[in-house]
C-alpha cells in the first residue's frame, strides 16, 4: 500500500505576516502576488452589524482592499464577531487597535487573519497550511497563535454569503530570520568580502510598524547538505527589543508638519508615502512644489534613534561581536541611512533587500516564505535535518 501524501492535493500554502502597520500575505512563492493593506480595525456591536449588512448587501465583498465580515467564535466563546479589516475600516466607526502580544488572543487575532483568507479564496477553502509572522520576543506566544488560527472559521458576508475556512496546519516564523534570509538571496550576500561560516554571529536590526528589535543569530551549517543554517537567541538580553517603531515617527512628523508649516496647514489626510518620502529625503512635494521638512523630520525620529542608540551600545556591544548588521522591516525604507550612517559603526552594514529599498517593506515576508518553502519540501520528503 503506497504512503499517503503529506499534504492534500487540495492543500494552498500562504505566507502571513500581519504586523502592527501593514497586514502581509502570499500565495507560497508567489513574490508577484504579494499583497499588502492596512492594520486597520473596527469592530461592531450586533445592532451596528445589521446597519452594515442592510447599507452594504449589494456591494462588492471587497470594497477598496477594506473587508466587511461576521465571524463565529470557537465553542467557549459562541458569540458572533463582526469587523472591518482594511484601508478604509476607519470610514465605518472608531479603530480598536492591539498591538504587539495583545493581538494575538482569538477574535482579534482571527479578524485579522480572516481578512487575509478573503482575499484569496473569496468562496472559502477547505485545506489552508499556513506559514505567519512573529517578532523574536514574541516566540512565547506561539501557542497561542496556532490555537487563534488553526481550525474552522464560520464567516458571513453583508451579502448573507457563508464562507468557512481550515486552516490544518500553522507554521511560525521569526520576523527579522525572515529578513537575514531575504537577504542571503541578494547580489550582496554572494558578492562581498563577507565569509559567514559556522561560528559567525550575525546581528539583525527590524524597524516594524510599532516594535523595533535586535535578534542576535548564531550561524550554523548543516554539512549534509552544505547549506547555511541561521539559528536566533530568544533571550531579551541578548535579543532585546521596545515599543518604538516607525509609525510613532510618523505620527510625529504628521503632527509637527500640520502645526507648524503653512504648506500643510488644514491638510485632512498626509499620507504615510508623503511622511516616508520626508524622512527619508527630507523633502515633501506639496503641489508639485518641494517643501523643506529636515527639522521637522530630525524632530520626530529623535525618540527612536536614542532608543536604538542606547540598546545598540548597552546591549548589543556596538555591533563588536557581529561579522555583519542586516537591517530590515518596513521602517528601514526610511531610516536605513541615518542608521547606517550615524549609528551603526560597523564594516558590513546592509539593508535586508540590498541595494533596493523600495522593497524592504516586503523583505521579511519574502525570506519567511523561502523559510516556509523548505519546511514543506522536508516535509514531503521526511528528512527531518
Excluded at 483568507?117 to 496556532?146: C, E, K, N, W, Y
Excluded at 508615502?273 to 503641489?287: A, F, H, P, T, Y
Excluded at 517643501?291 to 542608540?309: C, F, G, H, W, Y
Aim: proline share 4%; with cysteine.
Amino acid at each position: 500500500m503506497a504512503d499517503r501524501p503529506r499534504f492534500s492535493e487540495k492543500a494552498s500554502f500562504v505566507t502571513g505576516d500581519l504586523g502592527n502597520q501593514l497586514l502581509k500575505l502570499m500565495p507560497i512563492g508567489m513574490r508577484t502576488e504579494m499583497s499588502a493593506i492596512r492594520h486597520s480595525v473596527v469592530a461592531f456591536n450586533d445592532s451596528e452589524w445589521e446597519t452594515m449588512k442592510e447599507r452594504y448587501r449589494y456591494s462588492p465583498e471587497r470594497y477598496s482592499n477594506t473587508f466587511l465580515f461576521s465571524f463565529k467564535g470557537r465553542e467557549e466563546d459562541p458569540r458572533e464577531y463582526h469587523f472591518a479589516v482594511g484601508d478604509h475600516a476607519a470610514q465605518f466607526g472608531s479603530q480598536v487597535k492591539l498591538q504587539g502580544e495583545d493581538k494575538y488572543e482569538y477574535k482579534y487575532w482571527a479578524g485579522l487573519l480572516i481578512s487575509q483568507l478573503l482575499s484569496l479564496f473569496p468562496d472559502g477553502h477547505s485545506h489552508v497550511v499556513m506559514a505567519l509572522a512573529h517578532p523574536t520576543r514574541s516566540v512565547g506566544q506561539r501557542d497561542i497563535m496556532g490555537l487563534s488560527t488553526i481550525g474552522r472559521h464560520y464567516v458571513t458576508l453583508p451579502s448573507g454569503k457563508e464562507v468557512k475556512f481550515t486552516v490544518r496546519e500553522m507554521v511560525p516564523w521569526d520576523e527579522p530570520v525572515g529578513g537575514l534570509v531575504r537577504w542571503s538571496e541578494s547580489l550582496q550576500a554572494t558578492y562581498n568580502s563577507l565569509d559567514l561560516d559556522e561560528g559567525s554571529q550575525v546581528m539583525v536590526l527590524d524597524i516594524g510598524g510599532g516594535i523595533t528589535s535586535f535578534t542576535h543569530v548564531f550561524v550554523d551549517r548543516d554539512k549534509k547538505k552544505k547549506k547555511i543554517v541561521f539559528n536566533p537567541v530568544y533571550e531579551e538580553t541578548t535579543s532585546p527589543s521596545f515599543d518604538l517603531g516607525i509609525q510613532s515617527v510618523m505620527d510625529r512628523l504628521r503632527a509637527e508638519l500640520l502645526k507648524n508649516v503653512p504648506q500643510f496647514a488644514g491638510m485632512k489626510r498626509i499620507p504615510n508615502s508623503m511622511l516616508e518620502s520626508g524622512i527619508r529625503n527630507g523633502v515633501i512635494k506639496v503641489s508639485n512644489e518641494p517643501v523643506n521638512v529636515s527639522a521637522q523630520v530630525k524632530l520626530a525620529q529623535t525618540q527612536l534613534l536614542d532608543s536604538i542608540s542606547g540598546m545598540y551600545a548597552n546591549y548589543m556591544q556596538s555591533g563588536r561581536p557581529y561579522n555583519a548588521i542586516i537591517c530590515t522591516g518596513g521602517g528601514m525604507y526610511s531610516m536605513f541611512e541615518t542608521l547606517k550612517n550615524q549609528i551603526l559603526a560597523h564594516k558590513f552594514v546592509y539593508s535586508a533587500t540590498g541595494d533596493e529599498l523600495s522593497n524592504i517593506h516586503f523583505a521579511n515576508l519574502q525570506g519567511g516564505d523561502e523559510i516556509f518553502r523548505q519546511w514543506i519540501q522536508r516535509e514531503k520528503t521526511g528528512d527531518g535535518a
